[in-house]
């Protein structure tokens, strides 16, 4: 069984689509593709895919991973193509590389988030964010299924900082753009929870929703401060090719590995 890793985005509107809505286009795409998926057992079989931490609904997304278990081994790249040419604009696959190591989940520890505040001046922006930052705990609610939960939303954010409008923005009207860093730990913190942080420590309430969109997820690297790639390790654990005195392309065994 071969098993392929994706990494795929949510843009423009369809970053209102459900996880279903989503796995319903996925499925589609899987069968108008004619991918030869593996399937569980029992009365009810269903494609081997495995989604992993998905972004929450309203939000838009570069970086979103799954995994899916084939039964015939295909091309990472001819099957990314395949997909996106069944997949509507806006769901798009990325990315796609062979499975070769354990634990694409247990690698997506933090993401990195571009928050939009229209109707925000920087300068309030910069005076909230900094209020954020100075604090030790910020406590925010949020509602779940068991009723309304109080939290810190502050632990889990590395980084928190105002960037400088891109130059293709309209400068008449206030817009302020956060770059947030946050870990992924329980209970999650998301980017509304630290939007209602900067309201809990600086009253920063924008005018419209704020506009969301997470930029990447992986392993988060203490001493670069940066959210690595999780899909590195399984690119640096394929067989290197080499090319013979006909034009052939060898694959070879990484080194050290030892023969059956």
């Not at 609904?57 to 790249?77: K, M, N, Q």
């Not at 939303?153 to 293709?168: I, M, N, W």
Request: net charge negative.
């Amino acid at each position: 069984m071969q098993r392929i890793r994706l990494r795929y985005t949510k843009r423009g509107r369809l970053r209102f689509t459900s996880h279903r809505d989503f796995q319903r286009a996925f499925e589609r795409a899987l069968r108008r593709s004619q991918v030869p998926m593996a399937y569980s057992a029992g009365f009810t079989p269903h494609p081997k895919v495995s989604y992993a931490n998905a972004a929450p609904t309203g939000t838009g997304s570069e970086a979103e991973f799954l995994e899916i278990a084939l039964t015939e081994p295909r091309d990472p790249g001819v099957l990314r193509e395949l997909l996106n040419d069944s997949m509507p604009d806006g769901l798009d696959i990325t990315d796609a590389v062979e499975a070769r190591t354990s634990g694409l989940a247990d690698r997506l520890t933090a993401s990195v988030w571009e928050i939009r505040l229209d109707g925000v001046t920087r300068e309030d922006a910069e005076k909230a964010v900094s209020a954020f930052n100075e604090a030790e705990t910020v406590e925010v609610e949020r509602r779940t299924k068991n009723g309304m939960r109080t939290f810190d939303a502050r632990a889990a954010v590395v980084g928190l900082q105002t960037l400088d409008l891109p130059a293709d923005r309209p400068g008449d009207r206030a817009c302020a753009i956060l770059r947030l860093v946050v870990r992924h730990v329980t209970p999650v913190v998301r980017p509304d929870d630290v939007l209602s942080g900067l309201r809990v420590v600086a009253d920063l309430a924008p005018p419209v929703p704020a506009a969301v969109t997470r930029l990447a997820q992986g392993l988060f690297d203490e001493e670069s401060g940066t959210v690595t790639d999780p899909l590195a390790p399984d690119r640096e654990a394929a067989p290197a090719v080499s090319t013979t005195a006909t034009g052939t392309a060898v694959a070879t065994a990484p080194e050290g590995a030892g023969s059956a």
